[in-house]
Protein backbone atom coordinates (compact mmCIF):
# COMPACT_ATOMS: atom_id res chain seq x y z
CA UNK A 1 0.00 0.00 0.00
CA UNK A 2 1.80 3.22 -1.40
CA UNK A 3 2.37 6.05 0.69
CA UNK A 4 1.76 9.66 0.37
CA UNK A 5 4.22 10.13 -2.68
CA UNK A 6 5.51 13.86 -3.49
CA UNK A 7 7.34 14.62 -6.37
CA UNK A 8 10.04 16.10 -7.18
CA UNK A 9 11.99 15.27 -4.10
CA UNK A 10 14.35 17.91 -4.70
CA UNK A 11 13.47 21.46 -7.07
CA UNK A 12 15.89 24.04 -7.63
CA UNK A 13 14.21 27.41 -8.93
CA UNK A 14 16.26 30.14 -9.61
CA UNK A 15 14.57 33.81 -8.33
CA UNK A 16 11.77 34.64 -10.07
CA UNK A 17 10.46 31.26 -12.03
CA UNK A 18 7.42 28.99 -10.68
CA UNK A 19 7.51 26.33 -8.52
CA UNK A 20 5.22 23.45 -8.78
CA UNK A 21 4.99 20.90 -6.46
CA UNK A 22 2.84 17.18 -6.83
CA UNK A 23 1.43 15.29 -3.98
CA UNK A 24 -0.82 12.19 -4.54
CA UNK A 25 -2.38 11.13 -0.93
CA UNK A 26 -2.15 7.32 0.12
CA UNK A 27 -5.15 5.04 -1.52
CA UNK A 28 -8.40 5.98 0.00
CA UNK A 29 -7.57 9.42 1.80
CA UNK A 30 -9.99 11.99 0.30
CA UNK A 31 -8.06 15.08 2.40
CA UNK A 32 -4.47 16.60 1.40
CA UNK A 33 -2.21 18.89 3.68
CA UNK A 34 0.28 21.07 2.92
CA UNK A 35 2.71 22.14 5.64
CA UNK A 36 6.31 24.18 4.96
CA UNK A 37 9.28 23.88 6.98
CA UNK A 38 11.87 26.75 6.77
CA UNK A 39 15.57 25.66 8.17
CA UNK A 40 15.68 25.01 11.37
CA UNK A 41 12.02 25.81 12.19
CA UNK A 42 9.06 23.87 13.23
CA UNK A 43 6.45 23.01 9.99
CA UNK A 44 4.03 25.25 9.54
CA UNK A 45 0.29 24.39 8.10
CA UNK A 46 -0.05 26.37 4.42
CA UNK A 47 -3.62 24.80 3.18
CA UNK A 48 -6.17 21.81 3.63
CA UNK A 49 -7.95 20.49 0.31
CA UNK A 50 -10.37 17.78 -0.81
CA UNK A 51 -11.23 17.25 -4.20
CA UNK A 52 -12.07 19.91 -6.24
CA UNK A 53 -12.24 22.15 -2.98
CA UNK A 54 -9.91 24.64 -0.70
CA UNK A 55 -11.35 23.67 3.14
CA UNK A 56 -8.67 25.83 4.81
CA UNK A 57 -6.00 28.05 3.60
CA UNK A 58 -5.65 30.20 6.24
CA UNK A 59 -1.77 29.31 6.43
CA UNK A 60 -1.22 30.18 2.34
CA UNK A 61 0.84 33.63 2.18
CA UNK A 62 -1.85 36.31 0.52
CA UNK A 63 0.41 36.41 -2.75
CA UNK A 64 1.92 34.04 -5.13
CA UNK A 65 1.10 30.66 -3.70
CA UNK A 66 -1.96 28.84 -5.07
CA UNK A 67 -3.17 24.76 -3.99
CA UNK A 68 -5.44 22.79 -6.15
CA UNK A 69 -6.31 19.12 -5.86
CA UNK A 70 -8.40 18.32 -8.77
CA UNK A 71 -10.91 15.42 -9.32
CA UNK A 72 -8.20 13.54 -11.01
CA UNK A 73 -4.39 13.75 -10.52
CA UNK A 74 -2.51 14.53 -7.71
CA UNK A 75 -2.76 18.00 -5.13
CA UNK A 76 -0.27 20.93 -6.75
CA UNK A 77 1.16 23.59 -4.59
CA UNK A 78 2.37 25.98 -7.26
CA UNK A 79 4.86 28.85 -5.82
CA UNK A 80 5.15 31.67 -8.53
CA UNK A 81 8.08 33.95 -9.59
CA UNK A 82 10.20 32.47 -6.24
CA UNK A 83 12.17 34.44 -3.82
CA UNK A 84 14.85 32.96 -1.76
CA UNK A 85 13.05 32.98 1.09
CA UNK A 86 10.55 30.57 -0.53
CA UNK A 87 13.19 27.79 0.27
CA UNK A 88 12.25 25.43 2.53
CA UNK A 89 10.89 21.98 2.82
CA UNK A 90 7.11 21.47 1.80
CA UNK A 91 5.29 18.76 3.15
CA UNK A 92 1.85 17.18 1.73
CA UNK A 93 -0.33 14.71 4.36
CA UNK A 94 -3.36 12.87 3.41
CA UNK A 95 -5.69 11.93 5.81
CA UNK A 96 -9.14 9.63 5.62
CA UNK A 97 -12.33 11.07 5.74
CA UNK A 98 -13.22 11.27 9.34
CA UNK A 99 -9.99 10.56 10.47
CA UNK A 100 -7.86 12.86 12.46
CA UNK A 101 -4.75 11.01 12.12
CA UNK A 102 -2.69 12.79 9.44
CA UNK A 103 0.53 10.81 7.24
CA UNK A 104 2.90 12.65 5.07
CA UNK A 105 5.06 12.09 2.30
CA UNK A 106 8.73 12.39 1.56
CA UNK A 107 8.44 15.75 1.14
CA UNK A 108 10.35 18.31 -1.88
CA UNK A 109 13.20 20.50 -1.03
CA UNK A 110 13.21 23.77 -2.70
CA UNK A 111 15.93 25.68 -3.34
CA UNK A 112 15.89 29.09 -4.49
CA UNK A 113 18.93 30.71 -6.07
CA UNK B 1 2.47 32.94 22.27
CA UNK B 2 2.78 30.29 20.43
CA UNK B 3 -0.02 27.11 19.93
CA UNK B 4 2.74 24.72 20.96
CA UNK B 5 5.51 24.79 23.13
CA UNK B 6 8.36 22.39 23.38
CA UNK B 7 11.51 21.79 25.05
CA UNK B 8 13.96 21.80 22.59
CA UNK B 9 16.48 19.60 24.30
CA UNK B 10 19.23 18.24 23.17
CA UNK B 11 18.43 15.45 25.70
CA UNK B 12 21.10 12.87 25.56
CA UNK B 13 20.74 9.75 26.80
CA UNK B 14 22.35 6.11 27.46
CA UNK B 15 20.71 3.07 25.78
CA UNK B 16 18.31 1.63 28.19
CA UNK B 17 17.44 4.96 30.20
CA UNK B 18 13.77 6.03 30.55
CA UNK B 19 13.59 9.67 29.05
CA UNK B 20 10.21 12.27 28.83
CA UNK B 21 9.32 14.94 26.75
CA UNK B 22 6.80 17.91 27.89
CA UNK B 23 4.97 19.98 26.05
CA UNK B 24 2.09 22.54 26.31
CA UNK B 25 -0.61 24.01 24.15
CA UNK B 26 -2.40 27.31 24.42
CA UNK B 27 -5.62 26.65 22.87
CA UNK B 28 -8.11 24.84 25.49
CA UNK B 29 -10.61 24.07 22.71
CA UNK B 30 -7.97 21.94 20.99
CA UNK B 31 -9.65 18.35 20.36
CA UNK B 32 -7.00 16.19 19.61
CA UNK B 33 -3.13 15.48 20.41
CA UNK B 34 -0.16 13.18 18.63
CA UNK B 35 3.14 12.62 18.77
CA UNK B 36 5.13 12.44 15.64
CA UNK B 37 8.89 11.99 15.15
CA UNK B 38 11.21 13.36 12.86
CA UNK B 39 14.32 12.01 11.14
CA UNK B 40 17.06 14.44 10.34
CA UNK B 41 15.95 15.59 6.84
CA UNK B 42 13.07 13.52 6.47
CA UNK B 43 9.12 13.67 7.13
CA UNK B 44 7.15 13.65 10.34
CA UNK B 45 6.01 10.23 10.90
CA UNK B 46 3.20 9.77 13.60
CA UNK B 47 4.27 7.59 16.82
CA UNK B 48 0.96 8.08 18.61
CA UNK B 49 -2.10 9.66 19.54
CA UNK B 50 -2.94 10.88 22.46
CA UNK B 51 -5.90 10.35 24.32
CA UNK B 52 -7.44 11.66 27.63
CA UNK B 53 -7.01 8.84 29.46
CA UNK B 54 -3.50 8.01 28.47
CA UNK B 55 -2.20 5.13 26.26
CA UNK B 56 0.85 3.42 25.56
CA UNK B 57 2.26 1.73 22.82
CA UNK B 58 5.31 -0.93 24.01
CA UNK B 59 7.89 1.27 25.31
CA UNK B 60 6.36 4.42 24.64
CA UNK B 61 3.96 5.94 26.88
CA UNK B 62 1.53 9.35 26.18
CA UNK B 63 -0.22 11.49 28.80
CA UNK B 64 -2.92 14.26 28.26
CA UNK B 65 -3.78 16.56 30.79
CA UNK B 66 -6.86 19.05 29.97
CA UNK B 67 -6.91 21.06 32.69
CA UNK B 68 -2.99 21.99 32.68
CA UNK B 69 -2.79 21.93 28.54
CA UNK B 70 0.32 19.45 28.58
CA UNK B 71 0.96 16.80 27.22
CA UNK B 72 3.84 14.10 27.89
CA UNK B 73 6.05 11.36 26.20
CA UNK B 74 7.44 8.84 28.07
CA UNK B 75 10.37 6.54 26.27
CA UNK B 76 11.44 3.42 28.41
CA UNK B 77 14.33 1.23 27.72
CA UNK B 78 15.51 4.03 24.99
CA UNK B 79 17.14 2.40 21.85
CA UNK B 80 19.89 3.80 19.44
CA UNK B 81 17.09 4.22 17.12
CA UNK B 82 14.82 6.09 18.84
CA UNK B 83 17.47 8.95 18.28
CA UNK B 84 15.19 11.75 16.59
CA UNK B 85 13.37 14.92 17.20
CA UNK B 86 9.90 14.44 18.85
CA UNK B 87 7.21 16.74 17.62
CA UNK B 88 4.06 17.61 19.81
CA UNK B 89 1.21 17.99 17.79
CA UNK B 90 -2.07 19.60 18.06
CA UNK B 91 -5.36 20.34 15.98
CA UNK B 92 -7.70 22.87 15.23
CA UNK B 93 -9.35 24.47 17.96
CA UNK B 94 -13.02 23.24 17.86
CA UNK B 95 -12.49 20.41 15.20
CA UNK B 96 -11.51 16.81 15.07
CA UNK B 97 -10.22 17.01 11.34
CA UNK B 98 -8.21 19.79 9.67
CA UNK B 99 -4.56 21.90 10.32
CA UNK B 100 -2.02 20.94 12.58
CA UNK B 101 -0.08 23.17 14.86
CA UNK B 102 3.50 21.61 15.54
CA UNK B 103 6.00 22.25 18.22
CA UNK B 104 9.40 23.14 17.22
CA UNK B 105 10.52 19.64 18.37
CA UNK B 106 12.33 17.88 20.77
CA UNK B 107 15.90 16.64 20.10
CA UNK B 108 17.05 12.74 21.48
CA UNK B 109 19.82 11.33 21.18
CA UNK B 110 20.49 7.66 22.20
CA UNK B 111 24.23 6.40 22.75
CA UNK B 112 25.37 3.32 23.32
Known amino acids: NAGVMQNPRHLVRRRGQEARLRCSPM?????VYWYRQLPEEGLKFMVY????????ESGMPKERFSAEFPKEGPSILRIQQVVRGDSAAYFC???????????FGPGTRLTVL | RKEVEQDPGPFNVPEGATVAFNCTYS??????FFWYRQDCRKEPKLLMS???SGNEDGRFTAQLNRASQYISLLIRDSKLSDSATYLC?????????????FGRGTQLTVWP
Open chain 1, 93 to 103: ASSSQGSNEQF
Open chain 1, 27 to 31: KGHSH
Open chain 1, 49 to 56: LQKENIID
Open chain 2, 27 to 32: NSASQS
Open chain 2, 50 to 52: VYS
Open chain 2, 89 to 101: VVNKEGSTLGRLY
